[in-house]
């Protein structure tokens, strides 16, 4: 059974950073194609990065507009753990984040077969 889980959320204040984990088990993620994505109340899960492998070269990242420059998505294959390491944190940024595993469409498609059951984010003074 492939689970994967979250953790790393909290309360910080604006400006102040947080690092999300998602731990994945039951599956080795190393080439899979990843993603972070998040669900602000009463709204649809919209998408904020993907994490993805190019064979036998490297690993790149693709970031939704609202967070590039802030947030930088990592993986790390002995820990099979993906990361969201997110900066100069807003308001606009508090919502439920997910993490999500194994998608043949796009990296920004709801398309993946595995998600977590998400850690809350707020960013509020």
């Known amino acids: 059974q492939v689970r994967l889980l979250e953790s790393g959320g909290g309360v910080v204040q604006p400006g102040g950073s947080l690092r999300l984990s998602c731990l994945a088990s039951g599956r080795n993620i190393k080439t899979d194609k990843m993603a972070w994505f998040r669900q602000f109340s009463g709204k649809e899960r919209e998408f904020v990065a993907s994490h993805g492998w190019i064979e036998g070269l490297r690993y790149y990242a693709d970031y939704a507009t609202p967070v590039k420059g802030r947030f930088s998505a990592s993986r790390d294959p002995a820990k099979n753990t993906l990361y969201l390491q997110m900066n100069n944190l807003r308001i606009e940024d508090t919502a439920v984040y997910y993490c999500?595993?194994?998608?043949?469409?796009?990296?920004?498609?709801?398309?993946?077969?595995?998600w977590g059951q998400g850690t809350q984010v707020t960013v509020s003074s």
């Open positions: 999500a595993a194994e998608n043949d469409g796009p990296g920004d498609s709801l398309n993946y077969k595995y």
